[in-house]
């Protein structure tokens, strides 16, 4: 009767779609929303795996009493603290005061910190695992994919694996639920976006996780937001492989700021030069228009990096600093990088943005070029050997 979905003998889905949010944890750009996915195990003793955001835990509630028709609900599965997720715990605890809840040692410090919740909690470790009657749970710690408490849960009767945020995506569930019961075209940016934005910093993390799951025979991945895999599994992991050793692939993210227009001229005069020296694919972004969620996400997936800014109060163009803050918390491996700028009396951005590219240990392509006022004849020579290095550099390792 309500929005709960039945998705495997006795598990169901319990979640719900955010299209009122507009930044996911107040940062990233969620214009086709999200689901926060819960999950409810009904056995001789019933198992819920997280709950939702606090703003939706009305019908939170309302699905959990649908499913569970009156019966207690025994076990409440933290696999992780993020308050997206956690959110419902103290309604839940509210309606159900004998609920046990299972966790991890690093769980507990925050449900206190955050909820003032200590009691009728058991501590699990890796490989622990608690018995419903015909399903069972067994943990296994993914520390910072994406929190340091983070776990994964997996029930080996119906070989589901509740996967916490790994291979969640951003959108929501409209309608479709299964990985084959969406557009998967449609939600790829989602996927790709959510994991650079949110799991992306903790490459090694994911590896590490990954190793860990490759013993599991793995029919059903449920995470915490997107669709629930099951007809391409291999696909999703592939993509997480990807992703997480910071492989790239051949292509340009220009990413430029501009007051005037001097800076957008010379990124779209670099961009041709890219192209008639054989890149394809080049991607065009004016920080100031692009929210840095989009960007970050190219720059993912493409490993040349050219970055022009203007001088703004004699320091970074603010949007393009944004850019080069999230960037280095990031820690991103695998590009080359070129960089330009311009400014009217005193230049500051390109000495800035060469000192990015140089922490950054990136590969530096060219000597960068730093206009005054408009870009003259020798400024457009100096972005043709920018264009013409960085294409050699990407068609010597093609
Ligand atoms: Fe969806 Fe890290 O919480």
């Not at 860990?212 to 291999?234: N, Q, R, S, V």
């Not at 006022?373 to 920018?386: Q, S």
Request: contains cysteine.
């Amino acid at each position: 009767m309500r929005n709960t979905i039945n998705i495997n003998d006795d598990i169901y889905w319990i979640g719900v779609n955010d299209r009122k949010t507009n930044l996911f944890e107040n940062l990233w750009p969620i214009p086709k929303g999200v689901a926060y996915n819960s999950y409810i195990i009904k056995d001789e003793k019933i198992a819920l795996i997280d709950t939702v955001d606090r703003s939706f835990m009305d019908d939170f509630i309302d699905n959990v009493d649908e499913i569970s028709e009156g019966r207690d609900i025994d076990y409440l599965v933290i696999n992780h603290m993020e308050p997206d997720h956690s959110g419902s715990i103290k309604a839940i605890i509210a309606k159900y005061p004998n609920i046990q809840i299972i966790g991890n040692k690093k769980t507990f410090p925050m449900l206190e910190r955050f909820y003032g919740i200590k009691e009728n909690i058991i501590e699990v470790k890796d490989g622990d695992t608690i018995d419903l009657g015909k399903h069972k749970l067994n943990f296994a710690l993914i520390p910072m994919v994406h929190w340091p408490e983070t776990m994964v849960t997996y029930e080996s009767t119906t070989k589901t694996l509740f996967s916490g945020d790994a291979f969640g995506a951003f959108g929501t569930l409209d309608g479709g639920l299964f990985d084959y019961e969406v557009d998967l075209n449609w939600l790829e940016e989602e996927i790709s976006r959510y994991y650079s934005n949110i799991v992306g910093k903790y490459g090694s993390p994911v590896q590490a996780a990954l190793r860990k799951l490759e013993a599991l025979e793995i029919k059903m991945i449920c995470a915490t937001h997107g669709p629930i895999w099951k007809e391409f599994i291999p696909q999703i992991i592939e993509k997480y492989k990807k992703w997480s050793t910071y492989s790239t692939e051949k292509g340009v993210v220009i990413a430029f700021a501009s007051i005037y227009g001097h800076n957008e001229k010379l990124a779209d005069f670099i961009a041709r030069e890219l192209v008639k020296n054989g890149i394809k694919n080049v991607k065009i972004f004016d920080v100031s228009k692009t929210h840095l969620s989009y960007i970050i996400d190219a720059i993912f997936k493409y490993r040349g990096v050219i970055l022009g800014s203007s001088t703004y109060n004699g320091g970074m163009f603010p949007n393009m600093a944004s850019l080069l803050h999230e960037l280095k918390s990031l820690s991103l491996k695998n590009h080359a990088i070129s960089t330009f700028g311009s400014h009217a009396w005193a230049g500051t951005s390109v000495k800035l943005l060469n000192k990015f590219a140089e922490e950054s240990k990136w590969d530096i392509i060219a000597e960068s070029c730093d206009v005054k006022c408009n870009p003259h004849d020798a400024e457009y020579e100096k972005c043709e050997i920018i264009a013409k290095e960085m294409a050699k550099h990407l068609n010597e390792i093609d």
